[in-house]
């Protein structure tokens, strides 16, 4: 795969701007440690997340299958990422959106997603996910019941994470000229760990693929254990699930880490004061595992890379405001200015 020119080409629509996002060395939050870190910057996608890269990805599978046609509706369960990745590569073809979210997301992804036209409708986030008025619930009946409704199905698409193996694998490769050794990501849907993971691993079988997953998330203690347990609230967005999803494939994951709320919160908040890469807190999550991990190994010759998943501006209201975080019992002792 080579490389896009950029500073020539002349792109014919916002979706040709998705994937080979920049490849960030991290230098402040690794201080004291030997191993090479890196932030894969999916944030700088066009829609401001790694969700991007399977919104038109979807949208085209549908389309040649046949499940989506002129003057369809895209419907879709999300915590907003998605959802805006849909959405942009639906309005240039005329489609309606309607999306279901937790109430748990942040008010400015419930906002982006109007913007662009969608219909958005909150959903209580603490029901189990057989709940009727869970979001992943209620968007199958919403997609049943409209005509012409294609439900997207991130959590069981294949689209999903072979858009991740055909681009953010090959990207990643090409960025670390071969010599990447770790990848740290997190599952919502599963679908960046397993495409990117799975064509990695092919590359180089050496190459270690680490799940990163929010303490209630029952991802981690599944993996670990074989056990299904039961799941608990938590307010990092975008990653973590009560049930595992289809496009996860553990076989493709060599290990996970859980990294509580607050410390994901204070790592990305870091990461914006310190590095200068204004992320949501998943990217938190993910560097505070991968920094773990690149510690213990303590090897300069190893390459780590973690997925910085979205834009800050997101959690303008969330936190990245010092009243919720305080509000929501998460110190903020330690950050400059505090």
Same mark, same amino acid.
């Given at each position: ?26 230098? !402040? ?15 700088? +996608? ?34 907003? +990422? ?6 942009? /590569? ?5 489609? !309606? ?45 919403? /997609?049943?019941?409209?005509?012409? #409704? ?5 959590? &069981? +698409? ?31 849907? #599963? ?5 990117? $993971? !799975? &064509?990695?691993?092919?590359? +180089? ?10 303490? #209630?998330?029952?991802?981690?203690? %599944? ?14 967005? $975008? ?17 996970? !880490? ?18 200068? @890469? %204004? ?11 991968? @920094? ?19 834009? #800050?501006?997101?959690? @303008? ?22």
């Amino acid at each position: 795969m080579t490389h896009p020119d950029t500073t020539r080409a002349t792109a014919t629509s916002a979706i040709d701007l998705v994937g080979w996002t920049p490849l960030v060395r991290l230098t !402040r939050v690794t201080e004291g440690i030997r191993t090479p870190v890196y932030g894969k910057c999916e944030f700088m +996608n066009p829609g401001g997340s790694v969700k991007d890269r399977i919104g038109q990805a979807i949208i085209e599978a549908a389309e040649a299958a046949g499940h989506l046609k002129p003057g369809g509706t895209v419907v879709e369960a999300t915590s907003g +990422n998605t959802g805006l990745a849909l959405a942009m /590569a639906a309005s240039s073809r005329g489609y !309606r959106c309607i999306f279901t979210m937790p109430d748990k997301m942040s008010i400015e992804k419930v906002r982006l997603l109007r913007a662009f036209g969608a219909e958005v409708l909150i959903t209580p986030t603490d029901v189990p996910h057989d709940d009727p008025r869970h979001y992943t619930q209620q968007a199958e009946r919403i /997609a049943r019941e409209t005509p012409g #409704g294609f439900l997207a199905d991130q959590f &069981y +698409n294949p689209a999903n994470p072979r858009a991740h193996y055909e681009s953010t694998g090959p990207e990643l490769w090409e960025q670390s000229d071969g010599r990447i050794t770790h990848f740290f990501a997190g599952a919502g849907t #599963g679908g960046t760990i397993t495409g990117t $993971g !799975r &064509y990695l691993k092919e590359q +180089n079988p050496e190459v270690r693929i680490v799940g990163v997953d929010p303490v #209630g998330s029952v991802l981690a203690p %599944f993996f670990h254990t074989g056990e299904m347990p039961e799941g608990e609230t938590y307010q990092v967005e $975008g990653l973590g699930n009560d049930k595992i999803p289809g496009a996860l494939d553990l076989d493709v994951v060599d290990d996970y !880490r859980v990294v509580d709320d607050a410390t994901a919160f204070r790592m990305a908040r870091r990461l914006t004061r310190e590095e200068g @890469l %204004f992320v949501g807190g998943s990217s938190g999550l993910i560097v505070h595992a991968g @920094l773990e991990v690149a510690r213990e190994i303590d090897d300069p010759d190893a390459f780590v890379v973690c997925v910085l998943c979205d834009w #800050g501006e997101h959690y @303008l209201t969330k936190l990245y405001s010092d009243e919720w975080m305080a509000e929501h019992g998460f110190p903020l002792h330690g950050e400059p200015g505090s």
